[in-house]
T-cell receptor, first 113, second 113 residues
Framework: AAGVIQSPRHLIKEKRETATLKCYPI?????VYWYQQGPGQDPQFLIS???????DKGSIPDRFSAQQFSDYHSELNMSSLELGDSALYFC????????????FGPGTRLLVL | AQSVTQLGSHVSVSEGALVLLRCNYS??????LFWYVQYPNQGLQLLLK??????LVKGINGFEAEFKKSETSFHLTKPSAHMSDAAEYFC???????????FGTGTRLQVFP
């Protein structure tokens, strides 16, 4: 079965640079979620989209923005990167709402030097 | 406010022994509860979820969890541990009016031969 696809899988950036992470949900899934997992920590919810509209927002820095496109894929844009942004970024997708199971992608590991 | 508490950041068992990973939640209304497993350098995989249909939930890989409202618990068990069960396990909670999953701090399971 098709799973959530994230690209790139690994990314190395310098401080103050920008990064764009991409997420391709499971086919027919219309809801996408972004989570950040710091080293040795639990995943923290950043933001979610349903039918291309932002549906919920968590602890996402103002330097970050995200959107969901007409084909339901989503991109997380991160600007003015800081050392503390180094983390594993997960995308998850589901049908309609979070009460449906969220299926997670393999994650993008971002390292900011 | 809702939160999830996982007692024990590390649990070690012998192969073939009972696995018990503890999870307690705090919520004023019955939540949706999930257990996810994360293998090293991989994404989060759903083990099982509780959505009020049945208090005993069976998941993949022989795991199950029992929802106990009186104890506000959702402990994960497996009768006989296998070496391949060694991983990080996260309990998560979700309420109906929010998209986000709130994760516990995780429990790292080690299985010794």
């Amino acid at each position: 079965a098709a799973g959530v696809i994230q690209s790139p899988r690994h990314l190395i950036k310098e401080k103050r640079e920008t990064a764009t992470l991409k997420c391709y949900p499971i086919p027919r899934h219309d809801t996408v979620y972004w989570y950040q997992q710091g080293p040795g920590q639990d995943p923290q919810f950043l933001i979610s989209f349903y039918e291309k509209m932002q549906s919920d927002k968590g602890s996402i820095p103002d330097r970050f923005s995200a959107q969901q496109f007409s084909d339901y894929h989503s991109e997380l844009n991160m600007s003015s990167l800081e050392l503390g942004d180094s983390a594993l970024y997960f995308c998850a997708s589901s049908l309609e709402s979070a009460q449906e199971t969220q299926y997670f992608g393999p994650g993008t590991r971002l390292l900011v030097l | 406010a809702q939160s999830v508490t996982q007692l024990g950041s590390h649990v070690s068992v012998s192969e073939g022994a009972l696995v018990l990973l503890r999870c307690n939640y705090s919520s004023s209304v019955p939540p949706y509860l999930f257990w996810y497993v994360q293998y090293p350098n991989q994404g989060l995989q759903l083990l099982l979820k509780y959505t009020s249909a049945a208090t005993l939930v069976k998941g993949i890989n022989g795991f199950e969890a029992e929802f106990k409202k009186s104890e506000t618990s959702f402990h994960l068990t497996k009768p006989s541990a296998h070496m391949s069960d060694a991983a990080e396990y996260f309990c998560a909670v979700n309420l109906s009016w929010t998209d986000k999953l709130i994760f516990g701090t995780g429990t790292r399971l080690q299985v010794f031969p």
